[in-house]
């Protein structure tokens, strides 16, 4: 069975730091890409993060694009966000996601962890 | 990039009866189009992708179809389960980008 679970989400000041990671199972992981995808509380979702399977490319969303950075470590199985200079709109739930494709990305989200609240306030 | 406006917002029914969720794309997303359903307090599920392909474990009931701009997510009779918020998502153009979402409520 395919499962992801984020942690690392907490109260963080407006131009703080945070680290997410998001510990995965059931799957061989370095096969995927895996994302990460955010939704404010009672809104919509917005993509964030895409790390392809070799960690050998990443892709940002404009609005988180030189402030976040994805990593994985692939012996660990388990994928990271170190989210910088944090702003009271990316207070979201935090959500790792599975692609649902086999060594490439194709930008369908099959399996998603549980989510991580984090919150940016002062 | 591509916006996909849902209607309606919600969408008030009964268990048994069938639903009818619509999702426009602001320019053709060819048919890279899936479907996602969210519980209140859970994850979003992938429910249908590539328009009408069920992924593995969801129901008969959940079909989708539509081509271009225009696509339709219908549940063929609601089960007490089913009543949740639908969202659709394109992956043909980045960055992929979701609708805002249909509530499906008793």
């Known amino acids: 069975e395919v499962q992801l679970v984020e942690s690392g989400g907490g109260v963080v000041q407006p131009g703080g730091s945070l680290r997410l990671s998001c510990a995965a199972s059931g799957f061989t992981f370095d096969d995927y890409a895996i994302h990460w995808v955010r939704q404010v509380p009672g809104k919509g979702l917005e993509w964030v993060s895409v790390?392809?399977?070799?960690?050998?490319?990443?892709y940002y969303a404009e609005s988180v694009r030189g402030r976040f950075t994805i990593s994985r470590d692939n012996s660990k199985n388990s994928l990271y966000l170190q989210m910088n200079s944090l702003r009271t709109e990316d207070t979201a739930v935090y959500y790792c996601?599975?692609?649902?494709?086999?060594?490439?990305?194709?930008?369908?989200?099959?399996?998603w962890g549980q989510g991580t609240l984090v919150t940016v306030s002062s | 990039e591509i916006v996909l406006t849902q209607s309606p917002a919600t969408l008030s029914l009964s268990p048994g009866e069938r639903a009818t969720l619509s999702c426009r794309a602001s320019?053709?997303?060819?048919?890279?189009l899936a479907w996602y359903q969210q519980k209140p307090g859970q994850a979003p599920r992938l429910l249908i992708y590539?328009?009408?392909n069920r992924a593995t474990g969801i129901p008969a009931r959940f079909s989708g179809s539509g081509s271009g701009t225009d696509f339709t997510l219908t549940i063929s009779s609601l089960e007490p389960e089913d009543f949740a918020i639908y969202y659709c998502q394109q992956r043909i153009n980045w960055p992929p980008m979701f609708g805002q979402g249909t509530k499906v409520e008793i």
């Open positions: 590539d328009t009408s």
């Open positions: 320019q053709s997303v060819d048919n890279y």
């Open positions: 790390i392809r399977g070799d960690g050998g490319e990443t």
């Open positions: 996601a599975r692609d649902w494709a086999f060594d490439t990305t194709g930008y369908t989200f099959q399996h």
